[in-house]
């Protein structure tokens, strides 16, 4: 129950947050699944649009359980794998400055892919 009053909180953050898109390439660290949300975690390499103080951090990449309808959820490549090398495309959030997250719900055009 607290975590998904905490998923809630973010939500209704994000709705409140800095947030724009961006695109970064990096690796697939590890995958997460908690109620409302599931994603990856990812080691940024290259920044090609966004903040280059992302270049090195460890970014959470996620979808949630939103009404698709109102917020169309993008997509998660499922052949992904630990150590993966992944591009990234997706609403980045700022709730404090240096803090991201990479919200993958609000376009279809969002994902997290393998990198080819």
């Given at each position: 129950?607290?975590?998904?009053?905490?998923?809630?909180?973010?939500?209704?953050?994000?709705?409140?947050?800095?947030?724009?898109d961006?695109?970064?390439?990096?690796?697939?660290?590890?995958?997460?699944?908690?109620?409302g949300?599931?994603?990856?975690?990812v080691?940024v390499?290259?920044?090609?649009?966004?903040?280059?103080?992302?270049?090195?951090?460890n970014?959470?990449v996620?979808?949630?359980?939103?009404?698709?309808?109102?917020?169309?959820?993008?997509?998660?490549?499922?052949?992904?794998?630990?150590?993966?090398?992944?591009?990234?495309?997706?609403?980045?959030?700022?709730?404090?400055?240096g803090?991201?997250?990479?919200?993958l719900?609000?376009s279809?055009?969002?994902y997290?892919?393998?990198?080819?």
């Amino acid at each position: 129950m607290r975590l998904y009053i905490l998923l809630l909180a973010l939500l209704a953050i994000s709705c409140t947050v800095s947030a724009e898109d961006t695109k970064f390439e990096g690796r697939a660290l590890q995958s997460f699944e908690r109620i409302g949300a599931w994603g990856w975690y990812v080691s940024v390499d290259r920044v090609m649009d966004g903040p280059e103080d992302m270049l090195g951090q460890n970014i959470s990449v996620y979808l949630t359980s939103a009404n698709p309808e109102e917020y169309p959820p993008g997509s998660i490549d499922p052949e992904i794998n630990i150590g993966d090398n992944v591009s990234v495309f997706g609403q980045l959030q700022t709730t404090e400055p240096g803090s991201y997250h990479v919200l993958l719900v609000g376009s279809d055009g969002y994902y997290i892919r393998l990198r080819s």
